[in-house]
């Protein structure tokens, strides 16, 4: 497709825009001439330029940017921008298209906003080959599912690499947001939530975080009132109590959460609950019938 004032210019829009919270609306690639101005404008949709050669101004929120190879700017919507292609060395970008309130959220996790729209130093050959591959796709015309998954997936992977080149703001952000103490502790809970089932030594994680045992269940418990122990105990009987309305066996609600011993499982269960597992599963059932009776 034609531009005026571009040496080249291409664009592939999606044609199959559903009603989603992450839609790929068009994606492409230009070369304006000298001194090639757009704006100032606003758009509805969330569009994202990475310059691929040569130089340009990004004017944003009352700040000018001068950008170049491997910088990337994002115009987020409803919000006043322009920018220009130098005078000497004019810019060559190529862009994507995005809306749906996911496209935000995502884009936020990247530590791109409407206050920082910038990402510099990236790899430009290989962030190129992704705005490319999502213009095939486009392109392709693969239907509305498979063409949705897909550019869905590559938009995905360009944002990661946002968010790597973005990892210093990244962590500095979230040590703002945190202290020492809490982030540990955070990581913590993640880990014991997940990895419940897992043997596990309160000794050896705390020395994962740099923590002596002590200090760490003590930080621990000033942030969550329990211990270490308690809290991933707490974990496992509350998983076991979700287990124990299915159909396995005590044996295998305790391997699932975590207890190799089902007689041990049980001697805690009960000091947890204060019913054996069997008796907690008799009062479900009970509970069940009664429910059916009425």
């Known amino acids: ?127 190129v080959s992704l705005y490319e591959t999502i213009e095939r796709v486009l392109e392709q015309q693969l239907g509305e599912a498979v063409t949705a998954l897909t550019t869905d997936g590559w938009f995905r992977i360009l944002l990661a690499e946002f968010a790597r080149l973005n990892a210093y703001k990244l962590r500095y952000s979230s040590a703002e947001a945190l202290t020492d103490s809490e982030r540990v502790v955070e990581q913590a809970i993640r880990w014991f939530q997940t990895q419940y089932m897992l043997p596990v030594s309160i000794e050896q994680l705390a020395a994962s975080f740099g923590y002596h045992r002590t200090h760490f269940t003590k930080v621990f418990k000033q942030l969550t009132s329990l211990s270490p122990k308690q809290y991933i105990n707490q974990v496992r009987m509350e998983r076991a109590k979700e287990l124990l309305r299915t159909n396995l066996s005590i044996e295998q609600v305790g391997n699932s959460c975590g207890f190799t011993d089902p007689l041990y499982f049980s001697k805690q269960f009960k000091h947890w609950t204060g019913e054996s597992p069997s008796r907690f599963r008799e009062g479900l059932r009970r509970g069940v019938d009664g429910e059916n009776t009425k």
């Open 1 to 127: 497709m034609e531009n005026p004032e571009h040496y080249e210019y291409r664009i592939q829009i999606n044609p199959y825009l559903l009603n989603a919270d992450l839609n790929i609306t068009f994606a492409g690639a230009a070369r304006p001439e000298p001194g090639h101005k757009i704006g100032p404008a606003v758009h509805p949709y969330i569009l994202i330029h990475t310059v691929e050669s040569g130089y340009g101004t990004f004017v944003w929120q009352g700040k000018s940017y001068r950008l170049g190879q491997g910088d990337t700017f994002v115009i987020f919507p409803g919000v006043l921008f322009s920018y220009q292609a130098d005078h000497a060395e004019p810019w060559s970008y190529c862009w994507v298209a995005v809306q749906g309130p996911q496209a935000l959220e995502l884009l936020k996790k990247t530590g791109v906003s409407t206050t920082d729209p910038i990402v510099r130093g990236a790899d430009t050959e290989h962030l």
